[in-house]
T-cell receptor, first 109, second 114 residues
Framework: GQNIDQPTEMTATEGAIVQINCTYQ??????LFWYQQHAGEAPTFLSY??LDGLEEKGRFSSFLSRSKGYSYLLLKELQMKDSASYLC??????????WGAGTKLIIKP | IAGITQAPTSQILAAGRRMTLRCTQD?????MYWYRQDLGLGLRLIHY???????GKGEVPDGYSVSRANTDDFPLTLASAVPSQTSVYFC?????????????FGPGTRLTVL
């Protein structure tokens, strides 16, 4: 079967760093996406990884290890507006996205 | 319009009724998708279309149908709604299917079937 695992909820402090992990088992792999979803809103794209390693984009970075079926999203200098759910999605061999249930990130002042 | 729109924003529907959720994009994207999002579950793909005139079944297609008569529109129809179809429905589009093609999401339709 296909499976994407993420922690259900995480809490962090404003100004700190947080790492959100994602592990996956899918039929094929054509890339991994991270999306952000604020409560009551649509998901918006954050990052895409297809090769092993770290992709940095401002305060957000995403890491991929294909051999371990593992990715993480690193958020630095946390701001209150970063309170949201973070969705991990893997593109399978049919080029369809398989989504994790999301990690709700709560930022405390 | 700019981007991708959905209508209605929300709807309460009696079981057994037919309902069409509308989705329109003006980005000339080839690929379009319908997802449902339920609490505690990831987004699940209902149907997709890689290009105008073609459609395919996703993970949870039963009870739903779609059409793609042109590039811009991708309506989703529930032929006879059931309470288990209560969900938030998101339409999305991407320039092409697959690869490094970000999916752009509409604002969603919150559907309640009683």
């Amino acid at each position: 079967g296909q499976n994407i695992d993420q922690p259900t909820e995480m809490t962090a402090t404003e100004g700190a760093i947080v790492q959100i992990n994602c592990t996956y088992q899918t039929s094929g792999f054509n890339g991994l996406f991270w999306y952000q979803q604020h409560a009551g809103e649509a998901p918006t794209f954050l990052s895409y990884n297809v090769l092993d390693g770290l992709e940095e984009k401002g305060r957000f970075s995403s890491f991929l290890s294909r051999s371990k079926g593992y990715s993480y999203l690193l958020l630095k200098e946390l701001q209150m507006k970063d309170s949201a759910s973070y969705l991990c999605a893997v593109e399978d061999s049919n080029y369809q996205l398989i989504w994790g249930a999301g990690t709700k990130l709560i930022i405390k002042p | 319009i700019a981007g991708i729109t959905q209508a209605p924003t929300s709807q309460i529907l009696a079981a057994g009724r037919r309902m069409t959720l509308r989705c329109t994009q003006d980005m000339r994207h080839n690929a379009m998708y319908w997802y449902r999002q339920d609490l505690g579950l990831g987004l699940r793909l209902i149907h997709y279309s890689n290009t105008a005139g073609t459609t395919g079944k996703g993970e949870v297609p039963d009870g739903y149908s779609v059409s793609r008569a042109n590039t811009d529109d991708f309506p989703l129809t529930l032929a006879s709604a059931v309470p288990s179809q209560t969900s938030v429905y998101f339409c999305a589009s991407s320039p092409l299917a697959g690869g490094n093609n970000e999916q752009f999401f509409g604002p969603g339709t919150r559907l309640t079937v009683l």
